[in-house]
């Protein structure tokens, strides 16, 4: 079972179904996960930490999501998020970043960088991570000698 996944977060379904046909089947198994509610959306989390949750402006309330994503961070340390929308808001991109969204997809032709977000996150966690202390040692120059110790 793959421990990254694309968690898209939205109404319609459409992102959903433009990202399903531009991840090619060669990224190891990525899902596509269309979520419409918020314990859903955790609930995946849960399962697949190491997820990339893409959340549809046009579903959320920017600083209702601002609200919510430091919530997201403490809980689900390696997941990462973007925000999908169909025209640009500069003021509300400016603040999303400072909260920690790592990218903003404007309109469908920009869903190739998300393809590239989701290949770069699932290298970085091919197998998801096994325990703090492993996740730390990895990341140390050092630390993959010690990891099958900890492990």
Same mark, same amino acid.
């Given at each position: 079972? $793959?421990?990254?996944?694309?968690?898209?977060?939205? %109404?319609?379904?459409?992102?959903? @179904?433009?990202?399903? %046909?531009?991840?090619? #089947?060669?990224?190891?198994? !990525?899902?596509?996960?269309?979520?419409?509610?918020? +314990?859903?959306?955790? &609930? @995946?989390?849960?399962? @697949?930490?190491?997820?990339? !949750? &893409?959340? +549809?402006?046009?579903? !959320?309330? #920017?600083?209702?999501?601002? &609200?919510?994503? $430091?919530?997201?961070?403490? =809980?689900? $340390?390696?997941? *990462?998020?973007?925000?999908?929308? %169909?025209?640009? +808001?500069?003021?509300?991109?400016? &603040?999303?970043?400072?909260?920690?969204?790592?990218?903003?997809? *404007?309109?469908?032709?920009?869903?190739? =960088?998300?393809?590239?977000?989701?290949?770069? %996150?699932? @290298? *970085?966690?091919?197998?998801? #991570?096994?325990?703090?202390?492993?996740?730390?040692?990895?990341?140390? $120059?050092?630390?993959?000698?010690?990891?099958?110790?900890?492990?």
């Amino acid at each position: 079972m $793959p421990t990254t996944n694309c968690l898209v977060y939205e %109404q319609r379904g459409e992102w959903a @179904a433009a990202l399903r %046909q531009r991840v090619p #089947p060669a990224m190891g198994g !990525i899902r596509v996960v269309e979520i419409r509610e918020w +314990d859903g959306l955790l &609930a @995946a989390l849960r399962d @697949a930490p190491t997820s990339i !949750i &893409a959340v +549809d402006a046009a579903y !959320i309330r #920017p600083t209702s999501w601002m &609200a919510r994503w $430091p919530a997201i961070v403490e =809980c689900f $340390p390696l997941a *990462r998020a973007m925000v999908l929308a %169909q025209h640009h +808001d500069l003021a509300a991109e400016a &603040a999303l970043r400072d909260v920690g969204i790592v990218e903003v997809i *404007r309109g469908r032709g920009d869903l190739d =960088c998300m393809v590239a977000l989701l290949a770069r %996150q699932r @290298a *970085r966690y091919p197998e998801g #991570p096994v325990s703090w202390r492993s996740t730390i040692l990895r990341r140390l $120059p050092w630390g993959s000698v010690y990891v099958a110790e900890v492990d």
